[in-house]
């Protein structure tokens, strides 16, 4: 018996001490959990948040706690990794175990979204963190703030685009005053060129006139030389008649001699 007993206490103090090292092994694993979550909030505190982010993912390799994720958002948001932020957000909201986490969580989401620009899904945003935790004096403020700059944002995209028409109309109407400058200049150059049309057949018409006036002028002293010529021979001929008559009136008193020649 006392062997069995030996035997039987000996196994039962087997058992004992793994199952004492078994819980042992837990309480270690939940400690680092618990201490990488105090070493990130350590660090956030301190806005090393590179830091924090580091052991906050790491906690949540571990178990990947709403919490964890909520603090890893944080710390994003702090390094205007807006769009990460958003993703660990939504997860915190996804695994979120009360509707405080999840107010806290939308509350952030909507900060993140508000800071990317996004106005409108910010709104959504603040009304859902309102509807888990409505009497959020913060988050209603957000809201009301988030309202008004999407309202200054809406005027100023219609500023911009009547600007942008008015801007369009000028030009356009630039351009048909141009258009209309350019068709009188059309115009005058064809009235120039009809006023020209004319002076060039006039300068025609005298050109032709004046060759005329050349020729006939050059026919009148041809006529007129011929003219001259024609008188010159009858005066020839009246001289030549008058020497005839007088010779035969010489001839007439000499009797018809010859007379001598003197020497």
Same mark, same amino acid.
């Given at each position: 018996?006392?062997?069995?007993?030996?035997?039987?206490?000996?196994?039962?103090?087997?058992?004992?001490? *793994? *199952?004492?090292?078994?819980?042992?092994?837990?309480?270690?694993?939940?400690?680092? +959990?618990?201490?990488?979550?105090? @070493?990130?909030?350590?660090?956030?505190?301190?806005?090393?948040?590179?830091?924090?982010? +580091?052991?906050?993912?790491?906690?949540?390799?571990?178990?990947?706690? @709403?919490?964890?994720?909520?603090? *890893?958002?944080?710390?994003?948001?702090?390094?205007?990794?807006?769009?990460?932020?958003?993703?660990?957000?939504?997860?915190?909201?996804?695994?979120?175990?009360?509707?405080?986490?999840?107010?806290?969580?939308?509350?952030?989401?909507?900060?993140?979204?508000?800071?990317?620009?996004? *106005?409108?899904?910010?709104?959504?945003?603040?009304?859902?963190?309102?509807?888990?935790?409505?009497?959020?004096?913060?988050?209603?403020?957000?809201?009301?703030?988030?309202?008004?700059?999407?309202?200054?944002?809406?005027?100023?995209?219609?500023?911009?685009?009547? &600007?942008?028409?008015?801007?369009?109309?000028?030009?356009?109407?630039?351009?048909?005053?141009? &258009?209309?400058?350019?068709?009188?200049?059309?115009?005058?150059?064809?009235?120039?060129?009809?006023?020209?049309?004319?002076?060039?057949?006039? &300068?025609?018409?005298?050109?032709?006139?004046?060759?005329?006036?050349?020729?006939?002028? @050059?026919?009148?002293?041809? +006529?007129?030389?011929?003219?001259?010529?024609?008188?010159?021979?009858?005066?020839?001929?009246?001289?030549?008649?008058?020497?005839?008559?007088?010779?035969?009136?010489?001839?007439?008193? @000499?009797?018809?001699?010859?007379?001598?020649?003197?020497?």
């Amino acid at each position: 018996m006392m062997k069995t007993t030996d035997t039987t206490f000996l196994f039962g103090r087997k058992y004992f001490l *793994l *199952l004492f090292m078994g819980l042992i092994s837990l309480s270690t694993n939940a400690q680092s +959990e618990h201490e990488l979550l105090r @070493s990130g909030d350590a660090s956030y505190s301190a806005g090393e948040y590179s830091k924090a982010e +580091e052991a906050y993912r790491k906690a949540i390799e571990k178990e990947g706690k @709403s919490q964890a994720k909520y603090n *890893l958002g944080n710390s994003l948001f702090e390094q205007e990794r807006y769009e990460e932020a958003l993703e660990q957000y939504q997860a915190a909201i996804n695994s979120a175990p009360n509707d405080k986490t999840k107010s806290q969580a939308y509350h952030n989401l909507g900060n993140s979204l508000f800071n990317n620009q996004k *106005l409108k899904e910010s709104l959504e945003a603040y009304k859902q963190a309102l509807r888990y935790n409505p009497d959020d004096l913060e988050t209603k403020h957000n809201l009301s703030y988030a309202k008004q700059m999407l309202k200054q944002q809406q005027q100023q995209q219609q500023q911009q685009q009547q &600007q942008q028409e008015q801007q369009e109309g000028e030009e356009s109407d630039e351009e048909k005053e141009n &258009q209309e400058d350019q068709e009188p200049q059309e115009g005058e150059q064809q009235e120039q060129q009809e006023d020209q049309e004319p002076q060039e057949q006039q &300068q025609k018409d005298q050109e032709q006139q004046d060759e005329i006036d050349n020729e006939n002028e @050059s026919e009148s002293t041809e +006529e007129k030389q011929d003219l001259d010529k024609e008188d010159a021979r009858k005066l020839l001929e009246i001289a030549e008649n008058e020497e005839k008559k007088v010779q035969e009136k010489m001839r007439k008193v @000499s009797g018809g001699k010859k007379r001598k020649k003197d020497w």
